[in-house]
Structure formats: C-alpha cells, structure tokens
C-alpha cells in the first residue's frame, strides 16, 4: 500500500501562487508516477499535473505555463508550485501516486487540500 499526505494549500487572492506538497509512504518498491489532480465543487476530479520517476511531466491545458509539477525521489515527494492563479482553481487538490509493491502496481490518494483563490 501507498500512503500519501499533502499540505499547502489555503486561501490566496488571484495572481498569487501557493506550493503544494505530498509525502508518499508504505510498503512499496518504487513510484513510477505521481501526480495532482483537483475537484471543483460539481464537477468531475480533472488531473492538473502529471509526473515520471524520470522527470517527464504532462500538465492540463489549463494550468501550463501557470504551474510546475516536480519530485524528490529520494524523499518520495511531489510538489506543485501554482502562480497566476485565478478563481477558477479554486478546488480540493488530491495527491495520486502509483507505486510498485512487489509485482503489483497500487494506488494511493491523499486526503485532499483545499485550495481557494479568491479577493
């Protein structure tokens, strides 16, 4: 299993930034991906940000050039640093990360952080 706990969000006015991080932990052998995805209040859970344990990054249309996703692989961590954000972003952020246990590939998911970008 794969636990993951983020932190960092919270309330920021349009055009400010906030970090986003996640710690992985558990019994598991490597993390091949990590990523951010979020959850508006009636909508559908969207990925924001995807990243390989190589350092290969994918990121929504919506958010590149806003947002960068990065990792510690010796600390097992994932980041997201969010700049010019706006309203619309305003979502609970979930941490993903898919983990090889022994032969098997596991899923985990934070708790969620929420975050809120309003004046």
């Known amino acids: 299993q794969v636990q993951l706990v983020e932190s960092g969000g919270g309330l920021v006015q349009p055009g400010g930034s906030l970090r986003l991080s996640c710690l992985a932990s558990?019994?598991?052998?490597?993390?091949?991906?990590m990523g951010w995805y979020r959850q508006a209040p009636g909508k559908q859970r969207e990925l924001v940000a995807g990243?390989?344990?190589?350092?290969?990054?994918n990121y929504a249309d919506s958010v590149k050039g806003r947002f960068t996703i990065s990792r510690d692989n010796a600390k097992n961590m994932v980041f997201l640093q969010m700049d010019s954000l706006k309203p619309e972003d305003t979502a609970i952020y979930y941490c993903?990360?898919?983990?090889?246990?022994?032969?098997?590939?596991?899923?985990?998911w934070g708790q969620g952080t929420q975050v809120t970008v309003s004046s």
């Open positions: 993903n990360a898919q983990a090889l246990s022994g032969i098997k590939v596991v899923t985990g």
């Open positions: 990243i390989s344990s190589a350092g290969s990054t």
């Open positions: 558990g019994k598991f052998f490597s993390i091949p991906a």
